[in-house]
């Protein structure tokens, strides 16, 4: 009587939110788009609190099941509950990092910690995971197909691996922690957030901007007129330690200024301070590592990727390090000489600037005149994805969108038919965090009869009002690579959506972007689109030679900046349990000097205090991944070198062997199919400048 009385009760509340509430009923739209022009701020919260709620009953009818436990009734029908919040959390949660405002940081704040109670509502719920795991325990003998088996063992595993063996008391003191990192963590990102806009650089007068270009110029000068500095300059930060206007700067004294702007974001005191978070972070992560039976968070973390523990990701790192100070040293000593002298960090870009316009007379502001956004998004990003894929994009004008500086695009397969919705939100706003990403709005599912859509948000400066965007090389690069991660997604071809798109480990997932990166180089599809963007002129052969040659040039740079990084990470997540606060500015010194990568001149890409993949996002102890894949992409584009190249053929058979199967293998295996062999070092390298190129990679072994 009383359930019943409650349900009529909920029904009544339901069917009036329903009327206002745009996430209550599946879009309307194509493939389900989000009604960006229907939903308001304050349709989130009530929307995410309804979505736990119903999910929260969906779980319950299903570990509640009378019946014995199948496949069907539930793992299926796990994958088939929390629809709603689905579809709130999927628009909330990129929104959040890619145009959000205070009504939206305060939701953040409030349903993060909820949203992991939920998580852990679901998988420390005794009486399901003990379906799971009797489902799990007799999978070999209920003929299922193969996507099917394997989603059983990940449901097992990810049970396991959630705290499902723990005792009760256990149970609650990681329910605790959990609640606690999601908490920090998003006050981490917060302060990012906010810092990186406070420390933006103020320059009072034009002649200190001397080096600069005149849209950059133009662009500071917009962004100082909308923060009412009028006749003003600002220059806004990126997430990195480096930032772009060091490579240009001809003021030293400006320089250092932005650098250190920079380098003290979240580790100057004041309400954006990162310090006691990360100190806090590390330790709980430590704590539930140990609850879950391992030695530190990243040897839990790295159990369920291809590189298996710390060890092999710390040692694939530290074998390239010497290799990487020689070369950064050697740089060192070059640009010091042409300097005439001592460097300090912040005229690294500028000084490796002048030596490769010395040694490759190659000049970016040049180069940035053949690279005009648009043309190298239809005529290079699309052009490389037909020539591949045979698939075929559209610019639509007539779908809802969150900022009017977002495109959208229909994605046409071979036959024709639409594959996919893609989103472009390219240019930087103050309320968007820095760096370039890709996700979903919808994922991929046969399951439930859902179609990709699938968004790029990049941080590219905004050209001011009526001037061409032009960006660099390494911006045509960014494109190419979260392009890479939208075909994982548009791809993808599962019928489960746990396993869909880029539902893969860490060090798998930047496999497809990674690859993709290599056709902006490949000559056919760069002579397509590095066009001059007032002439249409191509770009002159002894210039595209210059950009091809320049590659490997300061890579020393790149690559000890990243390593720095990368094994800071490992540092800090290889932190035994029972060690106490640490000192973020004492940690992190010590961290680079025991792995021998402390380089003066060349400080980490992120540092501690604002490296938001390791506190805010998904890749604590995991920014190692990006060399893990790079690893295995240079290896699969070395097979297309082998092979004939950019052909439909291989093409088809990349996208049917890997990008359409999501995480519905195991990646290693999958890869091994594809390639006949497991990756070799060899091509990463080649490619990194670090081998010569004449090197003969050794015959595939026999096959075990
Ligand atoms: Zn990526």
Redesign the pocket.
């Known amino acids: 009587m009383k359930r019943l009385f409650a349900a009529a009760l909920s029904f009544v509340a339901a069917t009036a939110f329903a009327q206002t509430n745009p996430f209550f009923n599946p879009s309307p739209l194509p493939l389900q788009a989000p009604p960006f022009d229907q939903i308001k701020d304050a349709d989130y919260q009530p929307a995410i609190e309804e979505g736990m709620k119903r999910q929260i009953a969906e779980v319950e009818a299903i570990a509640n099941n009378p019946d014995p436990p199948t496949f069907e009734n539930t793992i299926v029908a796990m994958e088939k509950s929390g629809d709603l919040l689905t579809r709130v959390a999927k628009v909330f949660f990129n929104l959040a990092q890619s145009n959000t405002d205070e009504t939206m940081q305060k939701v953040e704040a409030d349903e993060s910690p909820k949203l992991a109670a939920h998580q852990d509502a679901i998988f420390l719920n005794p009486k399901l995971f003990a379906r799971v795991k009797a489902i799990y325990d007799q999978r070999n003998a209920l003929n299922l197909d193969a996507e099917s088996k394997w989603l059983v063992e990940r449901y097992y595993r990810n049970f396991i691996r959630a705290g499902a063996q723990l005792s009760e008391a256990d149970k609650t003191t990681l329910k605790a922690l959990n609640q606690e990192e999601s908490t920090l963590s998003t006050q981490y990102r917060q302060h990012v957030l906010a810092d990186t806009g406070a420390s933006a650089v103020t320059v009072d007068n034009k002649a200190d901007l001397t080096g600069l270009s005149e849209s950059d110029i133009a662009a500071a000068a917009a962004r100082a007129k909308d923060r009412k500095l009028e006749g003003k300059y600002v220059i806004t930060l990126q997430n990195t330690t480096q930032q772009p206007a060091l490579t240009f700067l001809k003021s030293r004294a400006l320089r250092e200024k932005i650098f250190k702007a920079s380098s003290a974001r979240g580790n100057h005191g004041g309400p954006n301070d990162n310090k006691a978070l990360i100190e806090r972070l590390a330790q709980l992560r430590a704590q539930k590592a140990k609850l879950l039976g391992f030695s530190t968070y990243a040897a839990y973390v790295l159990d369920d990727q291809m590189a298996k523990n710390p060890d092999n990701a710390i040692k694939l790192m530290s074998d390239m390090v010497p290799a990487t100070v020689a070369k950064a040293n050697e740089q060192a000593a070059q640009m010091r000489k042409l300097a005439g002298f001592k460097l300090q960090p912040w005229d690294w870009q500028y000084y490796a600037e002048q030596l490769r316009k010395k040694q490759y007379s190659m000049d970016e502001a040049q180069a940035k005149q053949y690279f005009e956004l648009n043309r190298v998004l239809e005529d290079g990003v699309f052009y490389a994805a037909n020539k591949l894929y045979g698939v075929t994009f559209k610019e639509r004008h007539d779908l809802p969108v969150y900022n009017p500086d977002v495109r959208v695009f229909d994605v046409f397969d071979v036959d024709g038919k639409q594959l996919a919705l893609w989103y472009a939100d390219y240019y930087s706003r103050p309320n968007k965090s820095g760096g370039a990403?890709?996700d979903t709005f919808v994922d991929q599912s046969a399951l439930l009869g859902l179609k990709p859509v699938v968004f790029n948000v990049a941080n590219f400066t905004k050209p001011a009002a009526g001037q061409p965007a032009l960006i660099s090389f390494t911006d045509v690069s960014t494109m190419f690579?979260?392009f890479g991660?939208a075909l994982h997604g548009m791809f993808s071809s599962v019928k489960y959506p746990t396993l869909t798109g880029t539902s893969v480990p860490r060090d798998f997932?930047?496999f497809p972007?990674?690859f993709n990166e290599h056709w902006a180089l490949d000559s056919e599809v760069f002579a397509h689109y590095a066009k001059h963007y007032k002439s249409g002129a191509p770009m002159p052969n002894a210039l595209v030679a210059k950009i091809k040659n320049s590659q490997k040039f300061n890579q020393g740079h790149a690559l000890g900046e990243y390593l720095e990084a990368a094994l800071l990470d490992m540092a800090w997540h290889t932190l035994p349990p029972d060690t106490g606060l640490q000192d973020v500015n004492a940690f992190e010194p010590a961290a680079l000097q025991r792995y021998n990568i402390a380089m003066p001149l060349i400080p980490p890409r992120y540092h501690t205090t604002y490296f938001s993949h390791i506190w805010g996002g998904g890749y604590a102890a995991g920014y190692y991944a990006y060399l893990w894949s790079e690893l295995i992409d240079d290896d699969a584009f070395y097979w297309f070198k082998e092979n004939g190249g950019m052909t439909l053929a291989n093409g088809q058979r990349f996208r049917e062997m890997v990008l359409s199967r999501g995480g519905s293998l195991e990646p290693a295996a999958m890869y091994r199919a594809f390639r006949g062999r497991d990756p070799i070092a060899d091509p990463l390298l080649i490619e990194r400048g670090l081998k010569p190129a004449d090197t003969k990679a050794p015959a595939a072994p026999p096959k075990k």
């Open positions: 990403w890709m690579h979260e991660h997932v930047e972007s990674q």
